[in-house]
């Protein structure tokens, strides 16, 4: 692992400095009282529990919402009864798009929704947006561009706001559900839950169980690329994909 | 740093008043933004929720800003964890020598930008541009005002004043595309330009929402998807943070992300929130290789220092005050002279520039509070912009700021409201004295004594009514046979 990096030197300074504005002259050692801050592992393990059951227990009605939500803020939402419906909800997706460069991530999800097989049958061929031994950097971001639309899974939705998150991770680029103009985003009910609150919670404990391992970086994909920079007018598709599928299995 | 133009107040807000179009593009936009925002608050919450909402997430704010030593630490030390650098500027010169420093090691030509309001009080771009390095506008409207040469005109909207045709023409000029009325097309021209642009940049520079202490997390919130961009494709990329951005816990960010967008925009998320709190894992497929997460004073001390200023400091840049404003309504974004306008740019912009070159901001306001109301972390703006004209008037800036004539008429006045007589006397004068200038209501121009007339150069004065209501008061209480003291006669 690579050596912590050093402190600003004018770290001390800045920080007296703040210090003497806020009237102290000593800094503070006991952690203000702030709730969501002091909870330690096993409590965060106990309350993610309770999230965990409650999300279980309401799952069908969350599913629910989840598609309310998502429809709202312009995802194309379609649900699944099986793996095998999803494939060819994707397949029929891609070429009702006229999509001609595909590519996908490398994620467990796909092991279960055979989307390549499905994606043969109507004439495209997913590529995987990985670098590989092959691939350099500069190679992998061409691809992500010249691509026009990426499938991948996601780590978890929120059914409140309708945002996936989606961490980076090895087989999982970053530009592979940003590049691409057309975005089809896979779901497990499993990976949905009720609120941010939820959410947070959740990824506080994934953090302190990584020790240090913890992924430095994700997003929340909540709809289309949007603006309306110019005479307040509603535009879909700037930097980021305008065109969103919600894939929903269950 | 960006220059200070605050003291061309009452003349650029002249300007705007009669430019046309400008009021028409406020009007429009502002309807649009005070809708959405009720609607969906509304839709979701209710008032009652949303008031607990707001008054946890002001509590929050307060306390982080209280231990403000304490969380910069945490930041520190939870960055530096992730493998990423954590500078300390205590304004924008030094600010801009480390984005500099960072650029120049690392031999960057290109330096792509998601939007930031610090950047914006850093001139940062003059500074690359200086040294020959490119720096790009990524966020639609940032682009076309970097393109026009200009500032924001609004914090969540900066080229809300420009018409299609105006960034046509720019496109066309910059560009080299051909005219067209279509927005969309607009959008298409700005993307293609800008992919060229994400694909060469060495560097990206971004603001910074929030920045959760206990782990490191930079959250970023953004509509088009080049905040994204700008922490995924290029090699380095560079944070920069007003030093009051922070909020302790990772699970407050689900509080602020309700908060934030419904506030701004009007909508329940934006479509894309990235948390980023370092560089890449090794095993990454893509992603910057260095994070540097630079934090700015650059007068926010001033704020700090001040017990009442200090809550200023909450603000979370979502705009709303300005959009509520009738001043902002009216004047528009240019009008304040710096980075930020508004009411909250009035409350900022003296303390944290000059408050001499800034002085005229605090009066911008009627005090009319719906900047209070709005305010997702409670800011009391009307209070504040009230303590700043206490100081602008007590000479807290080392020079008598009355005249003469101000300190006479408000001696008079003092005199006049402890005493009911002398107070009818002079109000009898007052109609007498002004009377003869009244048409259809309404005084529209006193010649005499420098300060009447003064008042009366921008606005109409109502015309006194020709008998007091104290008079009408005893009138009226005679013919109903009613003793002035309220007691029925018998
Ligand atoms: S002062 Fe309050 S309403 Fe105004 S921009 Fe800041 S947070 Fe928003």
New interface residues.
């Given amino acids: 692992m ?1 050596p ?5 030197p ?2 001390a300074a ?6 003497s ?2 009237g ?1 002259t000593e ?2 050692v006991h ?4 709730p ?2 002091k909870s330690n592992a096993m409590r965060q393990q106990e309350k993610v529990r309770t999230i965990v059951a409650r999300n279980e227990a309401r799952r069908s009605p969350t599913l629910d919402r989840l598609a309310r ?1 998502a429809a ?2 312009s995802w194309n939402v379609r649900r699944a009864g099986d793996a095998e419906e999803a494939a060819s909800i994707v397949a029929e997706i891609a070429q009702q798009s006229g999509v001609k460069n595909l590519v996908r991530s490398a994620e467990d999800v796909f092991k279960r929704v055979n989307i390549d097989t499905a994606l043969r049958s109507v004439g495209v061929s997913p590529a995987i ?3 590989g031994r092959s691939r350099s ?1 500069g190679a ?3 691809m992500a ?1 010249r691509a026009d639309m990426g499938v991948t899974g996601v780590s978890y939705a929120i059914a409140e ?3 996936c998150a989606v961490i ?8 592979a559900s ?1 590049a691409p103009p057309r975005l089809i985003l896979l779901i497990e009910p499993e990976q949905v839950l009720e ?3 939820d ?3 959740v ?2 404990l994934n ?1 302190m169980q990584a020790r ?1 391992r ?20 509603l ?1 879909i ?5 305008g065109e969103v599928h919600m894939v929903i299995l269950g | 740093m960006a220059e200070v133009k605050s003291a061309e107040f009452k003349k650029a807000s002249g300007r705007a008043l009669r430019d046309e179009k400008l009021q028409h ?1 406020l009007e ?2 502002m309807e ?1 933004f005070v809708g959405a925002r009720a609607n969906i608050i509304e839709s979701d919450f209710g008032d009652e929720s949303w008031e607990s909402m707001r008054t946890r997430a002001a509590a ?1 704010k307060q ?1 982080t800003l ?5 969380y ?2 945490m930041v ?1 030390k939870s960055v ?11 304004d924008a010169a ?1 600010a801009n020598a480390i984005v500099l420093d960072i650029a120049k090691r690392n031999g960057v030509k290109t330096v792509i930008k998601s939007k930031s309001m610090v950047s914006e009080e850093m001139g940062v771009n003059h500074i690359l541009e200086r040294e020959g390095i490119e720096p790009v506008e ?4 940032e682009y ?1 005002i970097q393109l026009a040469g200009e500032t924001p005109f609004h914090i969540i ?4 004043h ?3 045709q105006e ?1 046509s023409s720019l496109f066309q000029e910059w560009l080299k595309t051909a005219p067209t009325q279509d ?2 097309r ?2 298409v021209y ?2 293609d330009a ?2 060229e642009k ?2 060469a940049a060495d560097m990206g520079i971004s603001g910074a929402n929030f920045v959760v ?3 490191g997390t930079v959250c970023l919130v953004t ?4 905040g ?2 700008t ?3 290029p090699r380095i990329h560079v944070v920069l943070a007003g ?1 009051e951005k922070i909020v ?7 509080l602020f ?2 908060l934030l967008p419904r506030s701004a ?1 009007g909508q ?14 090794p ?5 910057p290789e260095e ?1 540097h997460l630079v ?1 700015v ?1 650059n007068g926010r ?1 001033n704020l ?2 001040d017990e009442v200023m200090r809550e200023a400091l909450r603000c979370i840049r979502c705009g709303a005050c300005l959009n509520h404003c009738p001043v902002y309504q009216k004047i528009g974004g240019h009008a304040y002279g710096w980075v930020y306008s508004g009411p909250i740019g009035a409350v900022v912009t003296p303390p944290m520039t000059n408050m001499k070159v800034a002085r005229d901001l605090p009066y911008a306001s009627t005090l009319c509070g719906t900047c209070k109301d709005v305010c997702p972390v409670k800011i009391d703006i009307p209070r504040l912009l009230l303590h700043l004209r206490h100081k602008v008037a007590e000479g807290a800036l080392g020079e008598r700021s009355t005249t003469w004539m101000e300190r006479l008429f408000v001696g008079q006045w003092h005199g006049a409201m402890r005493n009911r007589r002398a107070l009818e006397g002079k109000a009898n004068l007052g109609r007498l004295l002004t009377r003869p200038f009244a048409r259809g209501g309404k005084v529209r121009k006193l010649p005499f004594a420098p300060m009447v007339s003064g008042w009366t150069a921008s606005r109409d004065f109502p015309a006194p009514a020709p008998k007091s209501f104290a008079r009408l008061w005893r009138e009226e209480l005679a013919q109903d046979n009613v003793h002035p003291n309220g007691m029925e006669q018998r």
């Fill in positions: 690579a912590t990096p050093e402190e600003h004018n770290k800045f920080l007296l400095r703040v210090r504005a806020l102290r800094p503070i952690m203000p009282d702030h969501s801050l939500t709202a803020a947006l990985a670098s950097r992998l971001r061409d561009f706001t309708a945002s980076p991770r090895k087989g999982v680029a970053r530009l940003l609120t941010l609150d959410f947070f919670a990824t506080r953090r240090g913890a992924t430095n970086y994700f997003n929340f994909i909540s709809g289309p690329s949007r603006t309306a920079d110019i005479e307040q007018t535009t598709g700037v930097h980021g994909p | 593009a429009h936009v649009h929050i306390s209280e231990h403000l030593d304490y910069l630490d520190d530096r964890r992730n493998g990423g650098h954590v500078y300390f500027a205590d030094q990524t966020d639609l409207g076309i909207a900066p080229a809300m420009k018409t299609r960034v927005i969309k607009l959008c700005a993307r800008l992919r994400f694909a202490a206990e782990t509509n088009e998807g080049n994204r961009m922490t995924s494709a030093m302790p816990a990772i699970e407050d960010l689900a992300l309700r925009t329940r998320i934006t479509s894309y929130n990235t948390f980023v709190g370092g560089p890449r894992a095993s990454d497929e893509d992603g994070f934090f004073d001390l700090l220092r």
